[in-house]
């Protein structure tokens, strides 16, 4: 099982990016996912998760208002769009899949890891 993280780059703050996640070899069309991140000399932060249907859609506080979490079963593929960025925004993200429907973004409750791609803020 893969998936695959890509849309990273380079961007001025208060720009824009938007992530994508695609998987391979198997459907995660039942499974909650979601979007984590990783800054230097930090733990690993949760960042948006949605439902296995996009019904319900959860974000971090620190990113609350300026990201944007989709999906489209169809093209087994995730999303993160990432406005208004800020300088703490920079992290490597990593899409992941849980093993459930529903996730409030606990980060025991993801099972497949992408491998993640740099997200670099600068003023």
């Known amino acids: 099982v893969q998936l695959q993280a890509s849309g990273g780059g380079l961007v001025q703050a208060e720009g824009s990016l938007r992530l994508s996640c695609t998987a391979s070899r198997r459907t995660f069309s039942n499974n909650a996912m979601g979007w984590f991140r990783q800054a230097p000399g930090k733990e690993r932060e949760y960042v948006a998760s949605?439902?296995?249907?996009?019904?319900?859609?959860s974000y971090a506080e620190s990113v609350k208002g300026r990201f944007t979490i989709s999906r489209d079963n169809a093209k087994n593929s995730l999303y993160l769009q990432m406005n208004s960025l800020k300088l703490e925004d920079t992290a490597v993200y990593y899409c992941?899949?849980?093993?459930?429907?529903?996730?409030?973004?606990?980060?025991?409750?993801?099972?497949?890891w992408g491998q993640g791609t740099q997200v670099t803020v600068s003023s």
């Open positions: 992941a899949a849980a093993y459930k429907s529903y996730s409030n973004g606990n980060s025991n409750e993801y099972r497949y």
């Open positions: 949605i439902s296995w249907r996009g019904d319900s859609r």
